[in-house]
């Protein structure tokens, strides 16, 4: 053995491991049996695993070999998992049942978790205590001018609970953190903080987040954020924006790190003062205990205490330190407790990066410094790490976020000593400031400082061309991840110099190529993009790509920008400003290069646009029209005498895109008020495609605008299990009596038109699933339509001043007014 080898030892997977990863793939099979079966065949899952560990432990001892019994050993993991799985959904149902019966009731309990601010109010999560649901969680949407509770407090509410829907979406996600049941109260009522130590801790919490509300600014945002886990400052905001681009997202979330940067504070000052070894474990892992509860126990920082704990039990009971053993341990003790946080994202996040840092971290060091020399150990051995971090944790944060930061490696390195010193000394001031109130003020006026820093450097990070990039979600990803692991471990390579210089020049090309390298379809296509409950639609054609709305969510248009390999915007036109068509604008940002954004000259520009683009906001009007490549793109509406008093919805753009025999209309949220007018005066002529207007209400597609435009396929932009009763059943009607082709994003996800000889082709993508040729329409010939010059007069007045007052018409404004217009009255005597 050579002295390479002897440095860079392969370590052993232990067997608990291997029965952790089985329990989580329990785990996940027991949660989808919750779903997708009946409860009377609910048994089955664990029926078949029983019969499967019977079967593999009777093989095991009849054979005595180590392949049965490691088999066995798996099945049984998994078994135990689908079980504890299982077993969780039936005590889920049961709470959704006592909840549909339990009627109007005062409802006590603690909140579990910082309250979310939002758009539609204040969200705060909590716990029943006592009562018809003890134990169960529910999420509460906390009425406007009433004091928000804090974590760990006390909460008494007035409510009927109403349980969550098996057919939305969003229950499963609020499920799988525990929430049975979501409730708008008439009534609620604060309480103080249990006397216990639990909410001791709690308080001083509280009053901590009070003196850190004294550091304003970038610095204090992460002051509160980094210390002491709330980041309700952070929420959007630059400063959280940039994190993201860089990829220290980690860092201004509690996990793992932040736990072992405050052990290891105690463990230094322990062993400056001498305290002995055992009990400054004691103290350590005290001190690692109260900081995970002050910071909201989150799932990937108890997974770090309790390996904390498994190495000081071996260390205390004379066993060989095994990293990997006690992730193990720790995986499965979570796993035991709460099954179902195997889809916690911090928890999957923080458990791949440890485990991918303890199986090849030595491994990746081995071969930078071989590449670097020794002298450039320190510099070049985090970012290593920071790599096989990064690789291990690819496919969630593909599928998560929808996004990768190249210069993720950098950033982290650079960030590691600062953040820190941060940490450590926003800790000390927080702890110095109710004894020695100068001294803690000084510590947390350094720290934001310190923070404030941080966040400037960020900031031009940030800015780098390509700094992060789209990763669209696919199962090519995890595969790739899978393979590269097992032939890296399998193989075990041990470099020589020339050889770890190639192949560290070799992962820096490729990082800057994909940076740096343009990708993507130039056929003619519009997509729109399934982004929920909003609007998104892509046109592209010859390299070129022109965004129209932006959708709800930053997350989901970034996953769907990443799904069909955008890395340039041309064009961005935002039709009206309803966050349904504007919210995502912020996941652009870092991601993908905007050349000049188009907004309604009928409105006034978005909040946060002209900041974000600089001055190159153009204000659209009747009659305004540009390239996409060889796609001609025409303004319809609004025109420039337009009323001033039109809904916003009536003040969307209305565009006409064509190429030669191929037209489609873009419709934003325009109903009837204005797009009528527009019919009768014959602005509106036959299409291919029609988008159909506001996402298929009752109040958007008017029998005047079908029969003018006369399109062959309708596409329908709409969320799934929306609460405004989208697309009007009235409207679906509509479109099938003039045989219009119709498809809905609720049901079909992505969908891609492309215009081809004699016919126009039609492509879905189901959510992260590949693309397949869904149909194909006949087309009926060319089209064509005159259209007046920008700011030509036009006979007829719009329509648009009133307001509609129908049910799907007033929904959007209703939701926007906050909790209090949504929250439910006592019920009558």
């Known amino acids: 053995m050579n002295a390479r080898e002897a440095v860079c030892r392969r370590p052993s997977i232990p067997l608990a491991l291997w029965v952790a990863v089985a329990m989580a793939a329990g785990c996940v099979l027991g949660e989808s049996a919750t779903w997708s079966v009946s409860a009377a065949s609910r048994w089955w899952p664990i029926a078949g695993g029983a019969a499967a560990a019977l079967g593999s432990l009777i093989w095991a001892r009849r054979s005595r070999s180590g392949a049965a019994s490691v088999l066995a050993l798996l099945t049984v993991g998994a078994l135990v998992g689908t079980a504890a799985s299982v077993m969780q959904g039936l005590r889920w149902e049961q709470q959704l049942e006592v909840a549909a019966h339990a009627g109007a009731r005062e409802w006590r309990g603690t909140v579990v978790a910082d309250p979310t601010p939002g758009s539609f109010g204040t969200t705060v999560y909590m716990r029943l205590d006592g009562g018809a649901l003890p134990g169960a969680r529910i999420r509460v949407s906390w009425p406007d001018r009433k004091a928000i509770p804090e974590l760990g407090q006390t909460v008494a509410i007035r409510a009927v609970l109403r349980p969550l829907s098996r057919e939305e979406q969003w229950s499963r996600r609020a499920a799988r953190g525990g929430v049975c049941a979501v409730a708008n109260p008439w009534r609620v009522q604060k309480g103080d903080w249990p006397d216990s130590l639990k909410g001791r801790l709690l308080v001083w919490r509280a009053r901590a987040l009070t003196w850190a509300g004294e550091v304003n600014g970038p610095g204090g945002d992460l002051l509160s954020g980094i210390v002491l886990g709330d980041r309700r400052r952070l929420l959007g905001t630059a400063v959280d924006e940039d994190f993201r681009v860089l990829g220290l997202t980690h860092l201004v979330a509690v996990s793992g790190s932040h736990l072992a940067l405050a052990c290891g504070a105690v463990a230094l000052i322990g062993r400056a003062v001498r305290v002995p070894k055992r009990p400054l474990g004691l103290l350590t892992a005290g001190a690692g205990l109260a900081y995970t509860i002050v910071t909201g126990m989150a799932y990937s920082a108890v997974r770090s205490l309790l390996m904390i704990a498994a190495g000081l039990l071996a260390e205390w009971s004379g066993v060989r330190r095994d990293g990997l053993g006690a992730l193990a341990l720790a995986l499965m003790a979570l796993l035991l407790a709460e099954p179902w946080s195997v889809f916690d994202v911090g928890l999957q996040l923080s458990g791949l990066a440890v485990l991918g840092l303890l199986l090849f971290g030595e491994l990746a060091t081995t071969w930078a410094v071989t590449a670097s020399g020794s002298r450039g150990k320190a510099l070049v051995a985090p970012l290593a790490l920071t790599c096989v971090a990064q690789a291990m944790t690819a496919p969630v944060m593909a599928g998560v976020f929808g996004s990768m930061s190249v210069v993720a490696p950098l950033a982290n390195a650079g960030a590691a000593a600062p953040i820190s010193v941060g940490l450590w000394l926003g800790l000390a001031g927080a702890l110095l400031r109710g004894v020695w109130p100068w001294l803690g003020r000084v510590l947390l006026n ?352 719009p329509r648009g001043g009133q307001e509609h007052r129908r049910t799907e018409a007033c929904l959007l404004d209703l939701r926007e007014r906050g909790s209090a217009a949504r929250a439910r009255g006592p019920p009558a005597a």
């Open 446 to 797: 350094l720290t934001g400082a310190v923070f404030s820093t941080c966040a400037a450097a960020a900031r031009a990070g940030a800015a780098i061309p390509g700094a992060s990039v789209l990763v669209p979600s696919s199962i090519a990803i995890v595969l790739a991840v899978i393979g590269a692991a097992g032939y890296v471990w399998t193989r075990w390579p041990l470099p020589q110099r020339r050889q770890a210089r190639r192949g560290v020049a070799g992962v820096v090309l490729a990082s800057v190529m994909l940076a740096v390298w343009p990708f993507g379809g130039r056929a003619p296509s519009v997509a729109v993009l399934d982004v929920g409950q909003g609007d998104a639609i892509l046109i592209r054609d010859s390299g070129r790509t022109m965004l129209v709305d932006a959708g709800p969510s930053v997350t989901a248009l970034r996953k769907a920008l990443g799904r069909h390999g955008v890395r340039r915007i041309d064009a961005l036109v935002l039709t009206h400003d309803h966050a349904d068509h504007t919210a995502g604008i912020d996941g652009l940002t870092g991601l993908v290069d905007v050349g000049w954004v188009g907004v309604s000259s009928a409105d006034d520009v978005p909040s946060g646009i002209a900041g974000e683009f600089g001055g190159d906001v153009r204000q659209l009007r009747a009659g305004d029209s540009w390239r996409v490549g060889g796609m001609s793109v025409t303004v319809l509406s609004p025109r420039l005498d337009a009323p001033g008093d039109l809904s916003t919805n009536n003040t969307s753009v209305v565009l006409r895109v064509v190429r030669g025999p191929f037209e489609v209309a873009l419709t934003g949220d325009a109903e009837g008020g204005i797009l009528d007018p527009l019919a009768e005066e014959g602005r509106l002529a036959a299409v291919d495609v029609l988008k159909v207007p506001h996402h298929g209400s009752s109040n958007g597609l008017t029998p005047t605008a079908l029969e003018a435009w006369s399109p062959d396929i309708a596409l329908v932009s709409v969320g799934e299990g929306n609460d405004f009763g989208h697309p009007a059943a009235t409207t679906m009607a509509a479109l099938a009596a003039a045989r219009v082709r119709s498809w809905r994003t609720d049901q079909v996800g992505d969908i891609t038109v492309e215009p081809g000889t004699g016919a126009v082709y039609v492509r879905v993508q189901r959510r992260g699933r590949g693309a397949a040729t869904y149909g194909r329409i006949e087309r009926l010939g060319p089209r064509s339509m005159a259209l007046a010059p920008a700011g030509e007069e036009r006979s007829g007045e």
